[in-house]
């Protein structure tokens, strides 16, 4: 088939046309790095890019280095001379001081290393970034842009046949019983709080992971599916009772959570919690309360729920070897783990999720809390969909000493 002159300039010119639509580089996928806030500290920036021939949209969040503070904005924009320029378009939330700005960043790529280093600023047209203060961007390719939820067994101590600490511990935790209170809350009588999907499931599967792998006996695990405020406080009765200063007590909580500013407090929203009377909250100070009168050799809260990280102040512990590890369980402990800080998080948890594939991935017979936090945080954070960082540390003013909880393995698993 013969082409015209005609057509073969007009179908030079789309090709050519085409070429020049397209960018030398693609930067979707995922990019973090720090973003330079004027006055203040530095930003972590998580940027997700969509790239369509030269026209690029996507999202980014932004966090305190702490991890308390936190906004999440779109944005939109294209790729013009080998920059790519792009403005905010709208918040999905945000923090205080957070604005919409226009942004320029030149892509490089040095040894192998993908980069965007550029500059934000603020516009007047955008309305929320006041004009003339701006900030340094640097952020660069994360490789693996679909992470898995395959993670490597957590980091414990090693017991061999010649650790006469680590068996010791083992032949002595064996000996002591493993209590655990499991909360999961669906289903609210008040039309105005919103009911939820998971937690139930949840506190089911973390009983299961408890008493098939670890040394929590069945008769020992109470659990609770949509329970009243009076139901979990007559469970606190209950196993103040029974537990003993030899005993390891695990507590569990998934559900609405809520922060109130004028009270400077956080509580947690039984099933029977109106949003119009606190009457059936139930406020950290009560279950700090119980956790400092309950006996136990170690207790550890893990909360999944919207602000549960107000139930302290973070403080790390860390330890490497089983004769640390025995020293930690000769103190005593009252620590918590919680899936943020002062924000909500999703209904459906990547936090649980974690949590329980570490535990049954874990191979050794002992896992202190502190490592077990340690082997999924990062996790937690990349795969969230707002960012959460959850949080452990020691609950202040009921008795810990800087002891730690140990996970001890069954022997057949």
């Known amino acids: 088939m013969k082409i015209s002159k005609v057509s073969a300039l007009l179908l030079l010119f789309l090709i050519a046309f085409g070429a020049k639509a397209q960018s030398d580089f693609n930067i979707s996928g995922r990019w973090n790095g720090t973003v330079q806030v004027p006055l203040g500290e530095d930003l972590l920036g998580e940027y997700f890019f969509t790239q369509n021939g030269l026209i690029v949209k996507g999202y980014v969040k932004l966090k305190t280095l702490n991890g308390k503070d936190s906004s999440k904005h779109e944005f939109s924009g294209s790729i013009k001379h080998g920059v790519v320029h792009i403005k905010g378009t709208k918040f999905e939330y945000k923090s205080s001081g957070a604005c919409l700005a226009v942004t320029e960043l030149n892509y490089v790529k040095e040894n192998?290393?993908?980069?965007?280093?550029?500059?934000w600023r603020g516009d007047m047209r955008l309305s929320t970034c006041p004009p003339g203060v701006s900030g340094k961007i640097e952020i660069a390719r994360v490789i693996d842009f679909t992470p898995q939820l395959v993670q490597q067994p957590a980091?414990?101590?090693q017991v061999g046949t010649n650790d006469v600490e680590g068996n010791s511990l083992i032949t002595e935790l064996s000996k002591r019983k493993y209590y655990a209170l499991i909360i999961g809350i669906n289903d609210y009588v008040d039309d105005g709080i919103m009911d939820l999907d998971n937690p139930v499931n949840d506190a089911v599967e973390l009983k299961r992971v408890?008493?098939?792998?670890?040394?929590?006996?069945?008769?020992?695990?109470?659990?609770?599916?949509?329970?009243?405020?009076?139901?979990?406080?007559e469970s606190f009765d209950v196993l103040s009772e029974r537990i003993t200063e030899r005993d390891h007590f695990l507590v569990f909580y998934a559900g609405h959570g809520i922060w109130d500013e004028r009270l400077n407090q956080g509580f947690w929203l039984p099933s029977d919690a109106r949003l119009s009377s606190k009457a059936q909250w139930l406020s950290n100070s009560t279950i700090r309360d119980y956790i400092g009168g309950i006996k136990s050799k170690h207790t550890l809260l893990i909360t999944d729920a919207c602000f549960s990280g107000s139930i302290f102040k973070e403080r790390a512990v860390s330890f490497e070897n089983s004769r640390a590890v025995l020293e930690m369980y000769k103190l005593t402990s009252r620590k918590a783990m919680t899936s943020g800080a002062l924000k909500t998080v999703p209904d459906k948890s990547v936090f649980i999720t974690y949590l329980t594939k570490n535990l049954i991935n874990n191979d050794q017979p002992l896992l202190s809390a502190e490592e077990l936090f340690r082997t999924f945080k990062i996790a937690v954070i990349n795969n969230s969909p707002n960012g959460q960082v959850p949080q452990y540390g020691a609950i202040g003013q009921v008795g810990d000493e800087g002891g730690d909880f140990i996970f001890l393995k069954r022997?057949?698993?």
Do not use: H, M
């Open 112 to 119: 192998n290393q993908e980069k965007l280093i550029g500059k």
């Open 155 to 157: 980091r414990v101590v």
């Open 210 to 233: 408890l008493q098939n792998y670890y040394t929590f006996d069945p008769e020992n695990i109470k659990i609770l599916s949509n329970p009243t405020r009076t139901a979990i406080i």
């Open 411 to 413: 022997p057949d698993k």
